[in-house]
């Protein structure tokens, strides 16, 4: 499995110094106060959701899921080291999310609970959309998922504005929040990201009997 996993990044090598790049560009940006860290942290976890998606491009390009499929270590070992792929770049940049934290926290530049939150909630999106978006991938190939992916990301974010601004959706709620210590909300958040795990765990199950049951 670990050849599998290395063999992802090897292929989205070129994609993943883009990203560092970017990175590094919308940090020196944040720096100068034209964007909100939080941003960065959260737009950075919407770029590594295509990832996934690429990788399942360009095997299929190269007919390597027919002989991927084949090899003696099992469809489901093939299937769960797409998984860790996914998992080891949420982990990556949760890690750079907390030591960005750690470093402005430090630097007296930002507000650690706002930025732990932030976090907590980018890195639940980044393990629940590809927990979505990849028995797709599996069922129907990686061009005719990729519309899926974007209609995961923008309908339920359309959605929730709409409803905001109609009213109909009471934020008024949150403002309860205010009455907990900060501590409680950021460990109460944490459970945000477990049910990311859960999430990609159930759907790392559902990759798997696709899998098992598709013609290559």
Known sequence: M???ITKDFLVMRKALKS??????LYAVMAWLDILNYGFIITFIQVMLMVLPISAFAYDEQAKWDRY???LPLGRHKVVGARYLFVLI???ATTAIGLATTA???LA????????????EVSTTI????PAVILPLSYKLGAERARPYLY???FIPTIAFVLLAKAGILDLSALNSLNSLSPASIVAGAALLPAAGLVGLGSSYLISCRVAAGKEY
């Not at 007296?108 to 976090?119: G, K, N, S």
């Open 2 to 4: 670990t050849g599998l």
């Open 19 to 24: 990203y560092l790049l970017i990175m590094a």
């Open 68 to 70: 991927a499929m084949s």
């Open 89 to 91: 770049l949420t982990l």
């Open 103 to 105: 470093i402005l926290t």
């Open 108 to 119: 007296r530049e930002a507000d650690p609970v706002e930025m732990i939150l932030t976090l």
């Open 126 to 129: 980044g393990l629940l959309v």
């Open 151 to 153: 209609a995961i990301i």
